[in-house]
């Protein structure tokens, strides 16, 4: 069995948080492995997904054989009729990941980079039936109570703290430094992440969702930060997605908590990010869109969804599980098979868009959020981020645009996601306001630091600033204990904003 990432000669620890490091170095890898299938990693596949989407269309019809990480056997679902029976038809495709045969014969190395996206956890995501409707309903319960007036309040705090860093200076780059960053500071306050551990997670969880070597030290440190935030909330509860699934009716277990944030965390970061970062390059490169949408023609919102069908935030969806022998899109099936969910793929299929020039403004019938049972329950809050956070930047850079030709425009591409590496774009400078929200939070911030200080200089009067031995055994004791999580010691404004410095 072939490996896509050759181990270093001398291995050093990841550090914490991982770096992103790049995709998949894949020298050597080439594009066809064993039995001439197609593999979907390495250099060819991911330096045009859609390229590659077409000769397996062309190849197979619907449903097309491939190889992903480590040569392991799944079928791409191409067409977009195809992609639709099965998400709607459970019984049949399963979403539970221990049906998969390379899994129940321990084919799959414990190192893999599949296994973050597809080893089994107690989630909605991989159940069915009466398990996931219990999953599934406390999990909807707490997302729907956030309402989109609170919402556009975090984005709104958000947008203008992250423009107001580049403001002055009449350029930006709208990915690193806007697109990767706002749907994971707006999350974190609907989980209720403490703001410090932003900016790492930003990093942690773009690393894992490209399926890095690192993946599995990304994980862990998405992991260990929201167990923490667990924690914190059994003790002080609050208006957030944690304390609603800790305390709902459905009793999850804390694993069950857990998990469900991470998936919610890492699944809502990468598919804003890049609904971001593609309707902004739409708006930048296409004048007959932002002309539309300035001029009432059609609302953000009406627009965004010719960007779902044209870039979708997820390439691909994996997977479902055949629980017996079938035919799908004339291709045979055997039970414990793995299938992919193509969107990108289904989305172009020539029988639902003959003229993919035609435009589909409004039209939601698109593959992007799924369908059936498992479609995605937190598209509503991801589009509403998305909009938000586009009509803000626009209102404080008005005239921003492109700063380089489009054709230098550039993608990098992971087996279930393709992205925008870089949106320069420049402006003319301004200062930006803050936002009120961000000056009241400093403000509660540097008071209940000051009061912090005032009682540790009196106890430290009062105790005549000494410490016993055994108070300082204790100390260590429960340092030592602590989750491996940096404790939020910097703002997260400074924190992020040093990044942006750099």
């Not at 406390?138 to 956030?146: K, S």
């Amino acid at each position: 069995m072939t490996t896509p990432f050759p181990e270093p000669a001398d291995p050093a620890p990841a550090p914490t948080p991982p770096p992103g490091c790049p995709a998949h170095a894949g020298g050597g890898i080439a594009p066809t492995g064993p039995g001439g299938l197609r593999r979907l990693y390495g250099p060819e596949a991911e330096a045009d997904p859609a390229l590659l989407y077409d000769k397996l269309r062309a190849e197979h019809g619907d449903v097309a054989p491939v190889l992903l990480h480590g040569d392991h056997r799944a079928w791409l679902v191409l067409g977009h009729g195809a992609n639709i029976a099965v998400m709607r038809t459970p019984s049949l495709f399963s979403r539970d990941s221990r049906l998969w045969n390379a899994f129940r014969d321990r084919e799959v190395p414990p190192d893999s980079p599949l296994l973050p996206v597809i080893a089994w956890q107690p989630i909605c995501v991989f159940a069915d039936g009466e398990e996931h409707r219990r999953l599934r309903g406390a999990l909807v319960a707490g997302l729907n109570g956030f309402d989109q007036r609170g919402i556009r309040r975090h984005v709104r705090r958000f947008t203008t703290d992250l423009v107001q860093v580049v403001g002055p200076t009449g350029e930006a780059e709208l990915i690193s430094q806007f697109a990767e960053h706002l749907p994971m500071l707006v999350m974190t306050k609907l989980i209720g992440v403490p703001d410090e551990y932003g900016p790492q997670l930003v990093v942690a969880a773009r690393d894992l969702m490209k399926g890095t070597a690192t993946a599995i030290a990304s994980n862990d440190y998405v992991v260990t930060s929201l167990r923490r935030t667990v924690a914190i909330k059994r003790e002080q509860p609050g208006d957030d997605l944690t304390t609603r699934l800790l305390a709902h009716p459905a009793g999850l277990t804390e694993d069950e908590v857990l998990e469900h944030l991470r998936v919610v965390l890492l699944a809502a970061n990468e598919t804003t990010v890049n609904l971001i970062a593609d309707s902004l390059k739409m708006v930048l490169t296409d004048p007959r869109f932002r002309a539309h949408v300035s001029g009432g023609q059609m609302t953000l919102g009406e627009a965004l969804d010719q960007v779902l069908w044209d870039a979708p935030p997820m390439s691909l969806v994996a997977g479902r599980w055949a629980t017996a022998d079938t035919e799908l899109g004339g291709q045979q099936i055997a039970a414990g098979d793995m299938l992919l969910l193509g969107l990108a793929a289904g989305n172009v299929d020539p029988v639902v868009r003959p003229d993919l020039a035609a435009p589909l403004h409004g039209n939601r019938s698109h593959l992007s959020f799924g369908a059936g049972p498992h479609e995605c329950p937190g598209q509503d809050i991801g589009r509403h981020v998305a909009e938000a956070g586009i009509d803000i930047l626009l209102t404080l850079l008005p005239d921003v645009r492109l700063a380089v030709p489009e054709e230098e425009l550039t993608w990098s591409s992971a087996w279930i996601s393709r992205h925008l590496t870089a949106l320069p774009v420049e402006f003319t400078p301004r200062d930006i306001e803050p936002d009120p929200a961000s000056v009241a939070e400093a403000e509660a911030e540097l008071a209940v630091a000051e009061r912090a200080e005032a009682a540790a200089a009196r106890a430290g009067k009062a105790g005549g600033g000494t410490e016993s031995a055994e108070d300082t055994d204790d100390a260590g004791a429960s340092e030592q204990a602590a989750p491996a999580v940096p404790a939020p010691r910097r703002g997260w404004w400074d924190v992020l904003s040093g990044l942006f410095r750099r």
